[in-house]
């Protein structure tokens, strides 16, 4: 291990808002913080920004960021400490235990962060909003509590739609690209180190909140792996089209020269309803987008029909 990392690991063991592997924590977290308050996690928390962010806009709650990386939560832990947030704290720990950690009911909402896609067929088990991981998630959140998921992997996008929609989450809120989007920008334009890496180079920032249902149901896992939820980038999978699970490139989606993965009209027919995303091919003159946005589409649709040069529509 590097020099920097030893420094670092022997460092957050002294920090007050750092713990690591600890014990016996279920229902006692409200004396780690400087106040009992509402507690959000940020999972797969990195650096800590989400957990720092948000600890800053919101002083009436606590923020607690979870990542295996020491290293990592070294730096989101001593901005915390250097900005006095006595609401922001860090664990470090495998995510897989995360449910050993809290009592029922003692989470109010958790957001993932740019978490890893797993895109290698076979690993779909691992991604964070996989329904074993949302099983664990619910053993400790509040009732009616928000999952909030902000990636830039269309693969992870389209698996977490389809879990959403497979068991029965409800969906609150679903961007295809934040910048363009966005009703709550402050929230969403916290950075994080890899929002700026743009690893899975979609050009493009989504975001899902959504909440669970009163059961996950496992009589619907067999359906659910049939459904080929191992695909990778070139093979995924939305969730409004479970019976038709396999998207084929060029049929159902393309790429546009600037990177974004496009829908095809073909697509959006055999899906049957606008969506309201205001989608580039919708074939329903955009009947669920809100106005203005909907008259604008539909004027710049009106406009391309003559020209259009996309391939497949
Ligand atoms: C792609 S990084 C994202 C970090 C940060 N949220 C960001 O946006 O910059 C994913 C993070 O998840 C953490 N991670 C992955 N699997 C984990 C697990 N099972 N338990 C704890 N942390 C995990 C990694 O250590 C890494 O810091």
Redesign the pocket.
């Known amino acids: 291990m590097g020099q920097k990392k030893l420094i670092r690991f022997a460092a957050i063991k002294s920090f007050s808002n750092v713990l690591e592997y600890p014990e016996n924590m279920p229902g006692t977290w409200g004396s780690f913080f400087a106040s009992a308050q509402p507690l959000t996690l940020e999972l797969?928390?990195?650096?800590g920004?989400y957990a720092v962010g948000l600890g800053q806009m919101f002083p009436k709650r606590n923020f607690l960021g979870?990542?295996?990386?020491g290293n990592?939560i070294f730096i989101g832990a001593k901005r915390a400490l250097a900005m006095g947030l006595g609401n922001v704290g860090f664990m470090r720990?495998?995510?897989?235990r995360i449910d050993q950690y809290f009592a029922p009911g003692e989470v109010a909402e958790i957001w993932l962060?740019?978490?890893?896609p797993q895109l290698r067929t076979g690993h779909a088990r691992k991604r964070l909003t996989h329904p074993n991981f949302l099983r664990r998630y619910q053993r400790f959140l509040q009732p009616g509590a928000c999952i909030n998921l902000k990636t830039d992997s269309p693969v992870l996008h389209a698996f977490t739609l389809l879990v959403i929609e497979h068991y029965g989450c409800s969906l609150v809120t679903n961007y295809t690209n934040v910048y363009g989007e966005a009703t709550e920008p402050e929230l969403l334009t916290i950075q994080?180190?890899?929002?700026g890496l743009d690893i899975a180079q979609s050009g493009r920032i989504f975001y899902l909140r959504f909440q669970l249902p009163d059961v996950i149901d496992a009589a619907k896992d067999e359906a659910f792996k049939q459904a080929g939820v191992g695909a990778g980038a070139g093979n995924t999978s939305i969730g409004s089209r479970f019976m038709k699970v396999q998207l084929k490139e060029g049929e159902d989606y393309y790429y546009s020269p600037e990177g974004y993965m496009v829908l095809t009209e073909k697509y959006h027919l055999e899906r049957g309803v606008c969506c309201g995303n205001g989608c580039r091919h919708c074939p329903y003159a955009y009947v669920r987008v809100p106005e203005p946005r909907k008259s604008h589409l539909l004027q710049q649709q009106a406009a391309k029909s003559d020209t259009r040069t996309d391939k497949p529509v």
Not at 113 to 116: E, M, V
């Open positions: 797969a928390c990195g650096k920004e979870v990542d295996v990386k990592r720990t495998q995510i897989d962060t740019f978490p890893d994080t180190h890899y929002e």
